[in-house]
């Protein structure tokens, strides 16, 4: 069974950086998968953030993100990585991590087969 636990959120104030991490555990190899973020607000549904593909590590993120938020992966860490600087309160929301084995249309929630429980982001104006 494929296990992602997020961390690193946490309450910050706007302007500030966080990084976020989703570690795989157990026997899942995270590089077997292509992953991304989402995050969902109070009262708003889920939302892309950002993916990466399994084997080139081609990077994507939603248009809100863009030239903000950066996704990494360190396969031999079992890790994939949002870089979050430059904090706004618009991005408070809980964020998740999830797998896709597919590795197709990556900005959709429906392309992933597994969900971490989620961090939660609240960032002070």
């Known amino acids: 069974q494929v296990q992602l636990v997020e961390s690193g959120g946490g309450l910050v104030q706007a302007g500030d950086s966080l990084r976020l991490v989703c570690a795989a555990s157990g026997r899942t190899f995270i590089s077997r998968y292509a992953v991304g973020w989402f995050r969902q607000a109070p009262g708003k549904e889920r939302e892309f953030v950002a993916a990466?593909?399994?084997?080139?590590?081609?990077?994507y993120s939603a248009d809100s993100v863009k030239g903000r938020f950066a996704i990494s992966r360190d396969n031999a860490r079992n890790t994939v990585y949002l870089q979050m600087p430059t904090l706004k309160p618009e991005d408070t929301a809980i964020y998740y991590c999830?797998?896709?084995?597919?590795?197709?249309?990556?900005?959709?929630?429906?392309?992933?087969?597994?969900w971490g429980q989620g961090t939660q982001v609240t960032v002070s104006s």
């Open positions: 990466i593909n399994r084997n080139s590590g081609t990077a």
């Open positions: 999830a797998a896709s084995q597919g590795g197709l249309r990556l900005y959709v929630a429906s392309s992933y087969d597994y």
